[in-house]
């Protein structure tokens, strides 16, 4: 199945929802037939884009790297983010859904947007924010796994 099908029906499960998990958009994909890998891909740079495309409205600035972690923690697939077909077609529904509360539960959902609100509480100017690559886990990660990982991003050579 390709990312812009996948991107297209994951956008649709989320503008029928004013509330949902991850795993619920999971299980949904799942039941319309697409692969768990394929949802996950999708959801992950569904919610990517579309936080990015509210905070760098901002004025924050980010990596253009992503990077994917297995459960323990080890990166087994990175790459440009702007040549990711999942990320792309995301970013082409941005204007269509951003009215929809789903659009807003799920970039309140993102890390991104959560490490974003930290700083600002923290007194932070969005402007002054450069985020680092966009990390994603294949699938539920160890507390080992998520520390491993955060040291990866804080000090990846």
Sequence with gaps: MDPETAVANLAEILAARDKFTELEIYEAMEEQGFPEPVAIHAY????????????????????????????????????????????????GLVEKYAHKPAFSLLVQMSAEANTVDAALQDGSEAENLVLGPAAFFMEAATEEGIAKARKYLTDPR
């Design 44 to 91: 992950k740079f569904t919610q990517t884009a579309w936080a990015r495309a509210v905070l760098y409205s901002m004025g924050v600035r980010f990596d253009n790297e992503y990077i994917w972690f297995d459960a323990d923690g080890e990166a087994v697939r990175a790459g440009l983010i702007e040549e990711e077909p999942y990320y792309l077609a995301a970013v």
